[in-house]
């Protein structure tokens, strides 16, 4: 499985951003997004399933949607009313079903929110 993410970039804070995220896989039940600032752990920020079922952090609740698009096997994460607390490279996550379940990770896309 590998995944592609796109769409980052630099905005003034109150703007908005959209990732997307294209998956080569299939029996994907669970994508997300995580992202990781400088001197950080990596952090959760949304994820969505096969049912289309999502869950954000409560950071980015009312700011941020996930969506999915499973004909094009492809993620989205539309940011709107960003802060500078948003800068972070975003990666995109992918939980495949098989034998067993397997966890895959993009490479990242820098999102910069300056004030």
């Known amino acids: 499985v590998q995944l592609q993410a796109s769409g980052g970039g630099t905005v003034q804070a109150g703007g908005s951003l959209r990732l997307s995220c294209v998956t080569s896989?299939?029996?994907?039940?669970?994508m997300g997004w995580y992202r990781q600032a400088p001197g950080d752990q990596r952090e959760f920020v949304a994820s969505?399933?096969?049912?289309?079922?999502?869950v954000y952090a409560d950071s980015v609740k009312g700011r941020f949607t996930i969506s999915r698009d499973k004909a094009k096997n492809t993620m989205h994460l539309q940011m709107d009313n960003l802060t500078p607390e948003d800068t972070a490279v975003y990666y995109c996550?992918?939980?495949?079903?098989?034998?067993?379940?397997?966890?895959?990770w993009g490479q990242g896309t820098q999102v910069t929110v300056s004030s």
């Open positions: 896989g299939d029996r994907i039940i669970i």
């Open positions: 996550n992918a939980h495949q079903v098989g034998l067993q379940l397997s966890e895959y």
């Open positions: 969505i399933t096969s049912y289309d079922a999502a």
